[in-house]
Protein backbone atom coordinates (compact mmCIF):
# COMPACT_ATOMS: atom_id res chain seq x y z
CA UNK A 1 0.00 0.00 0.00
CA UNK A 2 1.11 3.74 -0.69
CA UNK A 3 3.19 5.20 2.23
CA UNK A 4 3.62 1.38 3.66
CA UNK A 5 7.25 0.07 4.17
CA UNK A 6 8.18 -2.58 1.03
CA UNK A 7 10.34 -5.21 2.06
CA UNK A 8 12.19 -5.76 -1.23
CA UNK A 9 12.88 -2.00 -1.22
CA UNK A 10 16.74 -0.59 -0.62
CA UNK A 11 15.67 2.97 0.19
CA UNK A 12 12.85 1.51 3.23
CA UNK A 13 15.94 -0.36 4.31
CA UNK A 14 17.92 2.42 4.19
CA UNK A 15 15.17 4.09 5.93
CA UNK A 16 14.92 1.16 8.43
CA UNK A 17 19.01 1.67 9.35
CA UNK A 18 19.20 -2.31 7.57
CA UNK A 19 21.31 -0.90 5.00
CA UNK A 20 24.14 1.32 5.67
CA UNK A 21 24.44 4.31 4.03
CA UNK A 22 25.94 7.61 4.44
CA UNK A 23 23.34 10.02 5.84
CA UNK A 24 23.51 13.90 5.69
CA UNK A 25 20.35 15.11 7.02
CA UNK A 26 17.43 13.51 8.40
CA UNK A 27 13.69 15.26 9.44
CA UNK A 28 11.01 13.22 10.83
CA UNK A 29 9.04 12.66 7.46
CA UNK A 30 12.13 12.43 5.10
CA UNK A 31 16.32 11.47 4.88
CA UNK A 32 19.28 12.54 2.62
CA UNK A 33 22.38 10.31 2.13
CA UNK A 34 25.09 10.11 -0.32
CA UNK A 35 24.70 8.32 -3.57
CA UNK A 36 26.74 5.02 -3.64
CA UNK A 37 27.64 5.74 -7.03
CA UNK A 38 28.05 10.15 -7.18
CA UNK A 39 27.71 11.62 -10.67
CA UNK A 40 29.34 14.88 -9.20
CA UNK A 41 31.57 16.38 -6.48
CA UNK A 42 27.82 16.32 -4.19
CA UNK A 43 25.32 14.06 -5.03
CA UNK A 44 23.00 13.12 -2.65
CA UNK A 45 19.11 11.50 -2.82
CA UNK A 46 16.56 12.95 -0.95
CA UNK A 47 13.69 10.32 -0.15
CA UNK A 48 10.54 10.55 1.62
CA UNK A 49 10.21 7.66 4.70
CA UNK A 50 7.17 6.58 3.29
CA UNK A 51 6.68 4.47 0.55
CA UNK A 52 5.66 6.26 -3.21
CA UNK A 53 6.86 4.38 -6.35
CA UNK A 54 8.18 7.44 -7.84
CA UNK A 55 7.72 11.13 -7.62
CA UNK A 56 4.48 11.27 -9.49
CA UNK A 57 3.03 8.88 -7.16
CA UNK A 58 4.48 10.92 -4.48
CA UNK A 59 3.05 14.43 -5.36
CA UNK A 60 -0.35 12.53 -5.93
CA UNK A 61 -1.06 10.52 -2.92
CA UNK A 62 1.24 12.62 -0.55
CA UNK A 63 1.27 16.11 -1.69
CA UNK A 64 2.87 17.89 1.88
CA UNK A 65 5.30 14.89 1.61
CA UNK A 66 6.59 15.57 -1.45
CA UNK A 67 6.83 19.46 -0.12
CA UNK A 68 8.95 18.07 2.37
CA UNK A 69 11.37 16.75 -0.34
CA UNK A 70 11.84 19.78 -1.63
CA UNK A 71 12.44 21.65 1.11
CA UNK A 72 15.06 19.51 2.15
CA UNK A 73 17.10 19.53 -1.10
CA UNK A 74 17.48 23.10 -0.64
CA UNK A 75 18.45 22.61 2.98
CA UNK A 76 21.30 20.08 1.36
CA UNK A 77 22.23 22.33 -1.08
CA UNK A 78 22.60 25.14 1.87
CA UNK A 79 24.73 22.33 3.83
CA UNK A 80 26.84 21.69 0.92
CA UNK A 81 27.21 25.38 -0.07
CA UNK A 82 26.06 25.08 -3.57
CA UNK A 83 25.65 28.33 -5.65
CA UNK A 84 23.75 26.19 -8.46
CA UNK A 85 23.01 22.55 -8.39
CA UNK A 86 20.29 20.32 -10.37
CA UNK A 87 17.62 18.74 -8.95
CA UNK A 88 16.64 15.31 -10.51
CA UNK A 89 13.41 12.97 -10.51
CA UNK A 90 13.84 10.18 -12.56
CA UNK A 91 10.47 9.01 -13.15
CA UNK A 92 10.10 5.89 -15.11
CA UNK A 93 12.16 3.49 -16.81
CA UNK A 94 12.92 5.46 -19.96
CA UNK A 95 14.14 8.92 -17.82
CA UNK A 96 16.68 5.84 -15.95
CA UNK A 97 14.87 5.48 -12.81
CA UNK A 98 16.27 2.33 -11.53
CA UNK A 99 15.11 2.62 -7.42
CA UNK A 100 10.78 2.27 -7.45
CA UNK A 101 10.89 4.60 -3.68
CA UNK A 102 10.77 8.02 -4.86
CA UNK A 103 14.10 10.07 -4.81
CA UNK A 104 15.26 13.52 -5.63
CA UNK A 105 18.83 13.65 -6.65
CA UNK A 106 20.73 17.03 -5.26
CA UNK A 107 24.02 17.34 -8.27
CA UNK A 108 26.15 19.84 -7.56
CA UNK A 109 30.15 20.80 -7.76
CA UNK A 110 30.70 20.89 -11.56
CA UNK A 111 28.65 22.30 -14.53
CA UNK A 112 25.72 20.91 -16.27
CA UNK A 113 24.97 20.53 -19.62
CA UNK A 114 21.29 21.38 -20.83
CA UNK A 115 19.48 20.53 -22.72
CA UNK A 116 20.55 17.14 -20.61
CA UNK A 117 21.69 14.12 -22.16
P1 LIG B 1 17.55 6.38 -10.15
O1 LIG B 1 18.38 5.76 -11.24
O2 LIG B 1 16.43 5.45 -9.71
O3 LIG B 1 17.06 7.78 -10.45
O4 LIG B 1 18.52 6.59 -8.92
C1 LIG B 1 18.85 5.59 -8.02
C2 LIG B 1 20.17 5.99 -7.42
O5 LIG B 1 20.39 5.17 -6.26
C3 LIG B 1 21.38 5.79 -8.33
O6 LIG B 1 22.02 7.04 -8.56
C4 LIG B 1 22.25 4.80 -7.58
O7 LIG B 1 23.64 5.08 -7.69
C5 LIG B 1 21.76 4.94 -6.14
N1 LIG B 1 21.91 3.74 -5.35
C6 LIG B 1 21.62 2.47 -5.74
N2 LIG B 1 21.87 1.62 -4.73
C7 LIG B 1 22.30 2.37 -3.69
C8 LIG B 1 22.71 2.04 -2.35
O8 LIG B 1 22.71 0.89 -1.91
N3 LIG B 1 23.11 3.07 -1.57
C9 LIG B 1 23.13 4.36 -2.02
N4 LIG B 1 23.55 5.30 -1.16
N5 LIG B 1 22.73 4.70 -3.26
C10 LIG B 1 22.33 3.73 -4.08
ZN1 LIG C 1 10.58 2.07 -0.36
Redesign the pocket.
Known amino acids: MAGEPQDDC?FCK?VAGS?P?TIVRETETTVA?????PQAPTHV?VIPKAHHQDAAALAAAAPELAADVLRETRAVADEEKLESYRIVF?TGTGA????WHA?A?VLGGRGFEWPPG
Open positions: LIIAFRDINLNGQTVHH
